[in-house]
């Protein structure tokens, strides 16, 4: 697979992460979709087919953990990788990203650095 054919979907309804981490994933060769809600990353996920999507736990009218067992319980997107990017740290809340079916739970603030390495590590694992 080509670097600059990956496809990755950030959502999250605050622009200025989605800024941050669409300049960061760019400069790797990563093609960046965006969704601020359910919607818009369903439509995204059966228009684009990502292969990985970055959650935020916390959305308007739904939440990512929602989204996420929607993804996996879908035969024809269970194998897009999702990272769950939110702010939520309790165990109870990883615990639910886990029953949920997420890839990766990651808790804010991270370093834009560290998520695109986890998104580059995800891609290396696939094509080994």
């Not at 697979?1 to 979907?9: F, N, P, Y």
């Not at 959305?59 to 769950?84: A, M, N, Q, W």
């Not at 370093?111 to 080994?128: C, H, L, Q, S, Y």
């Amino acid at each position: 697979m080509e670097k600059g054919k990956r496809k990755v979907l950030l959502v999250d309804d605050e622009s200025g992460i989605r800024r941050i981490l669409r300049i960061f994933l760019e400069v790797e060769g990563f093609q960046v979709l965006e969704a601020v809600n359910a919607n818009q990353a369903y439509q995204v996920i059966d228009d684009e087919k990502p292969d990985v999507v970055i959650l935020d736990v916390i959305l308007f009218g739904t939440t990512g953990f929602e989204i996420c067992e929607k993804i996996k319980s879908d035969p024809k997107t269970r194998d897009i990788y999702v990272i769950l990017f939110t702010a939520l740290t309790k165990d109870s809340d990883v615990a639910e990203g886990e029953r949920v079916g997420a890839d990766l739970y990651l808790m804010k603030p991270l370093n834009p650095k560290d998520i695109v390495e986890r998104v580059k590590a995800v891609f290396e694992g696939k094509t080994e």
